[in-house]
């Protein structure tokens, strides 16, 4: 039988559009070796690694008449080279400059003729660093059968031995339209109902699939349906984004989080607050004490059907979570989320994160954006996410990863986006914003650090 999209798979292809590509990425800069780290290099790592991820060979093939979902084909003209490309800036490059580049790179939609991910080597960097771009579609990770790929071609160390497969890889002859529409019409006598769910899922009513499947993969807990206010955060998104980061340590996290109680988890989110509120004033924005923001807070929970051993499963609980930028006072915001995420229940523990298999951060962070997508636009006013990772060094071949930055896609009618990764005693904060809507995003970032440092002042007193 084919391997056949899931409902919610096939939505993510059916929903996107030039405004609003329906991939994650993420950035990773690394400190080059004396050795090197060429293009040609990270191409043979990859190569290595593309048998663990089967689904990086694949294309989407749809089925003529929209009798049945696409399904996932070995690509015949599958070139390693066309997915893995290589980029410059102009030496010394900055940071203003590799993060204009990535705006750039994340707002084009992917090849749906293609399988469905690139990455980029950025060389020119300042500091002997180069950079990796990673972009994967949505429909593709579902924490099952396809992890995201930054996931496995990291290392504890810069030695790890890869061994070439048992045999080189032949693609799988590619079904011909009769083929696709005879597998479409067995599985249909089955369930005769599906034809017609199919065929008005890829035409008119895909929103509603992605809705209706929903329940099995994201909940709200806590607040009520309710639609939210008008604002800044809710305007119409176009073609072009920017990209800022805000980086901070681990450790001012930890002492906050000692000195007023919660979870880490609690403190980022409150930092997030402050500096949402500092960037609503910063617009001349009418902010009062009743003034709230709602994230929908993706958190992974345990997987208890033991499908997979050792993989993480498509559980992904997604909260609605009212941000409290109308309190002035730090510690008082801090409290109200820890309020608010002890309602929830919280996620899993950094510590069952962490051991979890490669490196989890790129696969949850998609993850969250697949549970983010299936929410009505209305009720939230922007994403964040927020994945532990590892507390040690990792490598990409010789290379020594320093840093690695989220990059979430962003929704119609939603211009901002936060991801949040920690990694070898940094947070780091990746913040994509629409380039009309959110042409002051450096300022969010700004105001992410500004607002820690206001937060640690209410424990160093």
Same mark, same amino acid.
Do not use: C
């Given at each position: 039988?084919?391997?056949?999209?899931? @409902?919610?798979?096939?939505? =993510?292809?059916?929903?996107?559009?030039?405004?609003?590509?329906?991939?994650?990425?993420?950035?990773?800069? =690394?400190?080059?070796?004396?050795?090197?780290?060429?293009?040609?290099?990270? *191409?043979?790592?990859?190569?290595?690694?593309?048998?663990?991820?089967?689904?990086?060979?694949?294309?989407?093939?749809?089925?003529?008449? +929209?009798?049945?979902?696409?399904?996932?084909?070995?690509?015949?003209?599958?070139?390693?080279?066309?997915?893995?490309?290589?980029? @410059?800036?102009?030496?010394?490059?900055?940071?203003? #400059?590799? =993060?204009?580049?990535?705006?750039?790179?994340?707002?084009?939609?992917?090849?749906?003729?293609?399988?469905?991910?690139?990455?980029?080597?950025?060389?020119?960097?300042?500091?002997? +660093?180069?950079?990796?771009?990673?972009?994967?579609?949505?429909?593709?990770?579902?924490?099952?059968?396809?992890?995201?790929?930054?996931?496995?071609?990291?290392?504890?160390?810069?030695?790890?031995?890869? #061994?070439?497969?048992?045999?080189?890889?032949?693609?799988?002859?590619?079904?011909?339209?009769?083929?696709?529409?005879?597998?479409?019409?067995?599985?249909?006598?089955?369930? !005769?109902?599906?034809?017609?769910?199919?065929?008005?899922?890829?035409?008119?009513?895909?929103?509603?699939?992605?809705?209706?499947?929903?329940?099995?993969?994201?909940?709200?807990?806590?607040?009520?349906?309710?639609?939210?206010?008008?604002?800044?955060?809710?305007?119409?998104?176009?073609?072009?984004?920017?990209?800022?980061?805000?980086?901070?340590?681990?450790?001012?996290?930890?002492?906050?989080?000692?000195?007023?109680?919660?979870?880490?988890?609690?403190?980022?989110?409150?930092?997030?607050?402050?500096?949402?509120?500092?960037?609503?004033?910063?617009?001349?924005?009418?902010?009062?004490?009743?003034?709230?923001?709602?994230?929908? *807070?993706?958190?992974?929970?345990?997987?208890?059907?033991?499908?997979?051993?050792?993989?993480?499963?498509?559980? *992904?609980?997604?909260?609605?979570?009212?941000? !409290?930028?109308?309190?002035?006072?730090?510690?008082?915001?801090?409290?109200?989320?820890?309020?608010?995420?002890?309602? +929830?229940?919280?996620?899993?523990?950094?510590? @069952?994160?962490?051991?979890?298999?490669?490196?989890?951060?790129?696969?949850?962070?998609?993850?969250?954006?697949?549970?983010?997508?299936?929410?009505? #636009?209305?009720? =939230?006013?922007?994403?964040?996410?927020?994945?532990?990772?590892?507390?040690?060094?990792?490598?990409?071949? !010789? @290379?020594?990863?320093?840093?690695?930055?989220?990059?979430?896609?962003?929704?119609?009618? +939603?211009?901002?986006?936060?991801?949040?990764?920690?990694?070898?005693?940094?947070?780091?904060?990746?913040?994509?914003?629409?380039?009309?809507?959110?042409?002051?995003?450096?300022?969010?970032?700004?105001?992410?650090?500004?607002?820690?440092?206001?937060?640690?002042?209410?424990?160093?007193?």
């Amino acid at each position: 039988m084919p391997d056949r999209l899931s @409902a919610l798979d096939a939505s =993510f292809l059916y929903l996107e559009d030039q405004a609003t590509p329906m991939h994650v990425g993420g950035v990773a800069v =690394f400190h080059k070796p004396r050795s090197g780290f060429s293009y040609a290099e990270l *191409v043979s790592l990859i190569e290595h690694r593309l048998p663990l991820v089967p689904r990086y060979r694949q294309k989407v093939v749809s089925v003529p008449g +929209h009798l049945a979902r696409p399904v996932w084909v070995d690509d015949p003209d599958f070139d390693v080279a066309y997915h893995v490309r290589r980029s @410059a800036l102009p030496q010394p490059g900055s940071d203003e #400059q590799l =993060f204009d580049l990535v705006g750039r790179l994340m707002a084009r939609p992917l090849d749906q003729n293609r399988p469905l991910w690139e990455t980029y080597l950025i060389e020119g960097l300042a500091g002997g +660093h180069v950079a990796l771009v990673t972009k994967t579609h949505q429909a593709m990770v579902d924490g099952v059968r396809t992890i995201d790929f930054a996931q496995i071609i990291l290392d504890p160390s810069p030695h790890a031995a890869d #061994q070439p497969p048992d045999e080189p890889w032949l693609a799988r002859r590619m079904p011909g339209p009769t083929r696709l529409i005879m597998d479409a019409v067995a599985e249909t006598v089955q369930r !005769p109902r599906e034809i017609v769910e199919n065929v008005r899922s890829a035409v008119t009513d895909v929103v509603a699939t992605s809705q209706k499947v929903a329940g099995a993969v994201v909940s709200a807990v806590g607040i009520a349906a309710r639609p939210t206010s008008a604002g800044p955060l809710n305007a119409p998104v176009g073609k072009a984004r920017l990209f800022a980061v805000a980086r901070t340590r681990l450790d001012d996290l930890r002492s906050v989080r000692a000195g007023h109680g919660g979870t880490v988890h609690d403190v980022i989110l409150a930092v997030i607050s402050g500096a949402l509120r500092a960037w609503l004033l910063s617009r001349g924005e009418q902010v009062t004490s009743s003034t709230r923001v709602r994230a929908l *807070v993706p958190l992974a929970v345990h997987d208890d059907d033991g499908t997979v051993p050792g993989m993480l499963g498509n559980k *992904v609980s997604a909260h609605l979570v009212d941000l !409290p930028v109308g309190e002035p006072n730090p510690f008082v915001r801090l409290h109200h989320v820890s309020h608010a995420m002890r309602a +929830h229940g919280g996620g899993m523990a950094a510590r @069952a994160l962490l051991g979890v298999g490669g490196f989890a951060p790129p696969t949850l962070h998609s993850l969250g954006a697949r549970a983010a997508a299936a929410f009505s #636009q209305r009720i =939230f006013n922007l994403v964040v996410t927020n994945v532990p990772g590892p507390q040690f060094p990792l490598y990409a071949g !010789p @290379a020594r990863m320093t840093e690695m930055f989220p990059v979430m896609p962003l929704g119609k009618n +939603h211009p901002l986006a936060i991801g949040v990764t920690s990694y070898d005693g940094g947070v780091y904060f990746g913040i994509t914003g629409d380039r009309s809507a959110m042409a002051d995003v450096d300022v969010m970032a700004r105001m992410v650090e500004e607002s820690l440092e206001e937060l640690l002042t209410t424990v160093r007193a």
